[in-house]
């Protein structure tokens, strides 16, 4: 008796992440049980300004929303603008590899074998998260972390290139 072979569909790319056309930038809606109405929230340089429009104070939603938005407006005219955008701005690493981005991670795989890998991860573009493994019982930890690093390095020069093009 033969039998047929079931052909595999490929799997289907993930849908395109697509921003809320109702989002307005810096500003956010508070509906709780005793809280409606717009809270605009600025961080630039370390310092966070937030500040509640309430629906009831302001004559309603839309009035509130005209007033979150004039508040926004100054608030960003008046603080420092960003010299870079935040993720070409050098932070301190917070990981237990001493490299941004990249971590060491232990797992154990389906035969029960705990296994070590570095995991690293990027930005390849807004929104648009990368990650990679490097098996540290392969490549031995220096050179895993040497070459996840030297991995993201160049995905952000990638990045930088693509955004300097537009």
Request: glycine share 6%; net charge positive.
């Amino acid at each position: 008796m033969a039998t047929k072979k079931s052909a595999k569909k490929p799997a289907a790319a993930p849908a395109k992440r697509i921003r809320n056309k109702l989002s307005i930038k810096n500003i956010k809606r508070i509906d709780s049980v005793k809280t409606h109405g717009w809270q605009v929230h600025v961080r630039r340089g370390g310092v966070l300004k937030t500040k509640l429009f309430s629906d009831r104070m302001h004559g309603g939603k839309r009035n509130a929303l005209e007033e979150a938005k004039e508040h926004r407006d100054e608030l960003l005219s008046s603080m420092a603008k960003f010299a870079k955008p935040l993720w070409k701005i050098k932070r301190s690493p917070r990981t237990n590899t001493g490299h941004l981005g990249v971590s060491l991670t232990e797992y154990t795989n389906k035969s029960g074998k705990r296994r070590k890998v570095i995991t690293v991860t990027a930005r390849q573009a807004l929104g648009k998260a990368v990650n990679r493994k490097f098996s540290v019982d392969k490549l031995g930890y220096e050179k895993a972390v040497k070459s996840a690093v030297a991995w993201r390095a160049q995905i952000l020069k990638g990045r930088a290139a693509e955004e300097k093009a537009k």
